[in-house]
């Protein structure tokens, strides 16, 4: 898929927003993206993790790990199409850690999956993980890539679409000047 093509897709799935948006940091920003909303969908969940999966067939694999929540759908997803067991991580007292009787063995190829990547924090922290048990990491795919190719984990990565990230100070805002109605995402004013 190009990049226009999966751009379509968010679009089209309500992922990505135009406008005039207050974002979490309180900066403003002319485009909102929320990944959950395109991973409502399975045909365009398997069609953007078939971009990941394609990139690690050749690569010996035995386990698919994802930090929740975000990571969930998409980590499932690719070990769905390669074939290969799923688990996650998930929080306790604010620490990634592997529950539910997970474990990873001594040498296990673990390929990292996530839906978004800014910081790479979690991520991070699920490589850690893996690297505490003594096991491998391979790789490490995501969907989105919103670093602005900061984020370097030092294992092949790969990510379907590169989505540069523009924002504005409140007091230096070249929407507010224009007068567009500034919008908080998640509000019900959002369609
Ligand atoms: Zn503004």
């Given amino acids: 898929m190009s990049e226009q093509e999966i751009l379509d897709i968010f679009k089209k799935s309500g992922a990505l927003l135009t406008g005039h948006f207050l974002l979490t940091s309180g900066r403003h920003s002319n485009k909102y993206f929320q990944c959950a909303k395109v991973l409502q969908y399975s045909n365009y969940t398997e069609l953007l993790c078939k ?13 698919v790990i994802a930090p929740a929540i975000g990571g969930l759908v998409v980590g499932q997803e690719i070990a769905r199409q ?83 990230v523009v924002s504005y100070q409140p007091d230096d805002c070249p929407l507010c000047r224009e007068d567009i109605e500034l919008v908080k995402p998640g509000s019900r004013k959002l369609k």
């Fill in 82 to 164: 390669l074939n290969k067991r799923f688990i996650f991580a998930e929080r306790e007292d604010k620490k990634l850690t592997l529950r539910r009787g997970f474990t990873l063995d001594e040498n296990e190829k673990v390929l990292v999956c996530e839906d978004v990547v800014t910081t790479g924090g979690s991520v991070f922290e699920v490589i850690d993980i893996i690297k505490s048990n003594k096991a491998k990491v391979v790789g490490v795919g995501f969907i989105v890539d919103r670093s602005n190719g900061k984020v370097d984990f030092s294992f092949p990565q790969i990510s379907a679409l590169k989505m540069e």
């Fill in 51 to 63: 971009m990941i999966a394609d990139k690690f067939r050749n690569t010996e694999i035995d386990t």
